[in-house]
Nanobody, 123 residues
Framework: VQVEESGGGSVQPGGSLKISCAAS??????MGWFRQRPGKDRERVGT???????VYADSVRGRASISADNAKNMLFLEMNDLKSEDTATYYC????????????????????WGQGIRVTVSS
């Protein structure tokens, strides 16, 4: 399975960014975005569970929007009102095919990861 993010880059504070992720292979029943800020552990941005429900981290709720095109195995993250603390490497992840998870999907449930894409928020 190949997973690849695209669309990162540099943005000014208050700006917006959209990053995309494409996965090869089978249909996936849960997926999500994580990020790793400098000097921090990888943390959840938001996940889509097996019922299609989306749960966002408190740090991005109201500023982030996750969507998916399941027919194309693509995942998207849009963020608005970006802050310097959003500077991070962003990773998309997918659960194993036919794996079921509900609610806030834990990091341990994700089997496939992209290489990550850098987002820098700076003036």
């Amino acid at each position: 399975v190949q997973v690849e993010e695209s669309g990162g880059g540099s943005v000014q504070p208050g700006g917006s960014l959209k990053i995309s992720c494409a996965a090869s292979g089978d249909t996936y029943t849960c997926m999500g975005w994580f990020r790793q800020r400098p000097g921090k552990d990888r943390e959840r941005v938001g996940t889509i569970d097996s019922s299609g429900s989306i749960v966002y981290a408190d740090s991005v709720r109201g500023r982030a929007s996750i969507s998916a095109d399941n027919a194309k195995n693509m995942l998207f993250l849009e963020m608005n009102d970006l802050k310097s603390e959003d500077t991070a490497t962003y990773y998309c992840g997918y659960c194993a095919p036919r794996y079921r998870a509900y609610g806030s999907v834990p990091r341990a449930a994700f089997t496939y990861w992209g290489q990550g894409i850098r987002v820098t928020v700076s003036s």
